[in-house]
């Protein structure tokens, strides 16, 4: 499997630390508001390529954050004249139905900054120790004149940076470049003791300190959207490499904007929608599949009218899949023919090629080409009297490659009500003691692939 890391700027082969696991790390939201379609490209992302991992046989241990302190919080909290935490809670709460809408799995580990103030005060306290950051007035700076790679993730000297930044007057500061590690704290606003006393975290620290609390010094992938590579994950690299004497990530992956009239879309600029703004017009999985449609390094340009063509495919996706439900319902158990092996052949070389083109550093964009590759196949090839384990064979890989994008996961409300009417006809049977015909529906049930269980609480049925 083939990834591009940034920090080599070359796609590279996959090899993990530890064969057959994977550990991940992704930076989450600041949680002070709804999240735009911007920020879910990049969670969505990740979500699918641990998915993708998963599906290759991978164990993952993926970890995602949560900023949950921070100026935008506090600010909002004081428009809003209530607490940063109250803020955070309603926002995380908010963060886990939006991206549960879109079929965004949670991370094994969400871990705040708030439950982690102790690790990033002993983070904190190791780079002072090792002379790489600096106290004074009760802040605390990383000194990056100290870390001597410093800028090799975003490929700039500290010369470069330092003829290009606007230097931002502060007298503490031994290189305007230092980056703050510990913020002493300002009246009204959160704060925890600290051995520079009351402050809070600056807002690189708290991903080093997590990363290494949850996943360990060195981790196979680190990610998070474009726009951080630089300052952030230069900064998590200088905090992280400096305190273990060793490389924090192996693959750094950066996705690409989600923008609007080819600008990022961003709060800052105003230019954005939040998903449940679009949750209004369109079923999210079209979005899903919209965003899935692209290589997650090239930007995509958000239209409603590309929205409208993605929702065509997923129907044409829901359709493929239907009419296979729909065939074997009323298929037989039979040989194949030669040229039935063909079809199944095709569609199994088809999901060969899907993990060919996925394994090369996570192509969507083509992984979707196949799948509707695999739909015309089924449509123009498949039908009512093909064998039976033929068309459940397709069927399988077509909902397995699906679900290994999160798409195609709704159950088919025709097939449902089909199922529910059925189950309410064999319970009419057995009220009449027509215990044949209860018999009968409970094997067609089956044949749909529909076991039923008898419950204190009436039938239930789940599908095998
Ligand atoms: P934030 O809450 O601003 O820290 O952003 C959360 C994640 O969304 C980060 O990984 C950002 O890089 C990412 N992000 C923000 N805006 C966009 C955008 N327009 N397109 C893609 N990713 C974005
Ligand atoms: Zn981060």
């Given at each position: 499997m083939k990834l591009y890391n940034?920090?080599?700027k070359k796609k590279e082969e996959f090899v993990p630390i530890k064969k057959g696991e994977i550990k991940m790390y992704a930076c989450g939201p600041t949680v002070y508001d709804y999240f735009h379609i911007g920020n879910a490209r990049t969670f969505l992302t990740f979500d699918a390529m641990r998915r993708y991992f998963e599906y290759r046989g991978y164990k993952v241990d993926f970890v995602q954050n949560f900023t949950d302190i921070d100026d935008k919080i506090i600010n909002k909290a004081k428009e809003e004249n209530t607490t940063s935490e109250k803020i955070s809670k309603k926002y995380i709460e908010a963060y886990f139905q939006d991206a549960e809408s879109l079929g965004i799995k949670k991370a094994d580990i969400h871990p705040k900054v708030t439950e982690n103030v102790d690790e990033i005060i002993n983070f904190i306290e190791k780079l002072i120790d090792k002379g790489y950051a600096y106290a004074i007035n009760g802040d605390v700076y990383f000194n990056v004149d100290k870390f001597e790679s410093y800028g090799k993730l975003s490929k700039q000297s500290l010369q470069d940076l330092q003829s290009g930044a606007r230097i931002e007057i502060n007298?503490?500061?031994?290189?305007?470049?230092?980056?703050?590690?510990?913020k002493s704290a300002k009246i009204n606003e959160p704060s925890w003791d600290s051995p520079w006393g009351k402050g809070r975290p600056g807002w690189h620290i708290e991903c080093s300190a997590m990363a290494k609390k949850y996943l360990g010094e060195t981790i196979d992938i680190h990610g998070g959207g474009g726009d951080l590579i630089f300052p952030h994950h230069e900064n998590e690299i200088a905090q992280s490499e400096a305190c273990s004497g060793t490389t924090f990530a192996n693959y750094w992956m950066h996705v690409g904007y989600l923008n609007i009239e080819n600008k990022k879309m961003s709060k800052s600029l105003n230019n954005f929608f939040t998903l449940r703004e679009i949750r209004q017009e369109f079923d999210l999985e079209v979005l899903r599949l919209f965003m899935l449609s692209s290589h997650y390094r090239n930007p995509i340009n958000f239209s409603r009218q590309l929205l409208e063509s993605s929702k065509s495919a997923l129907e044409r996706l829901y359709n493929a899949k239907e009419s296979l439900e729909h065939h074997i319902t009323i298929s037989k158990d039979k040989e194949l023919t030669d040229d039935e092996m063909e079809i199944y052949n095709k569609v199994l070389n088809l999901q060969d090629k899907f993990v060919q083109v996925m394994d090369d550093d996570f192509n969507t964009a083509d992984g979707l080409a196949v799948i509707f590759d695999i739909?015309?196949?089924?449509?123009?090839?498949?039908?009512?009297?093909?064998?039976?384990?033929?068309?459940?064979?397709?069927?399988?890989v077509l909902c397995e490659l699906s679900g290994v994008l999160g798409l195609l996961q709704k159950e088919n409300q025709n097939i449902t009500d089909e199922i529910e009417s059925l189950i309410s006809e064999r319970q009419n049977a057995r009220k009449d003691k027509?215990?044949?015909?209860?018999?009968?529906?409970?094997?067609?049930?089956k044949s749909m692939g529909v076991i039923l269980e008898d419950t204190p609480q009436g039938v239930k049925w789940k599908k095998l």
């Open positions: 940034t920090l080599t007298e503490n500061k031994k290189n305007p470049l230092d980056f703050v590690l510990w739909v015309k196949e089924t449509n123009t090839k498949l039908n009512s009297e093909k064998p039976k384990k033929l068309l459940e064979d397709c069927l399988k027509n215990f044949a015909l209860a018999d009968e529906i409970r094997d067609k049930l």
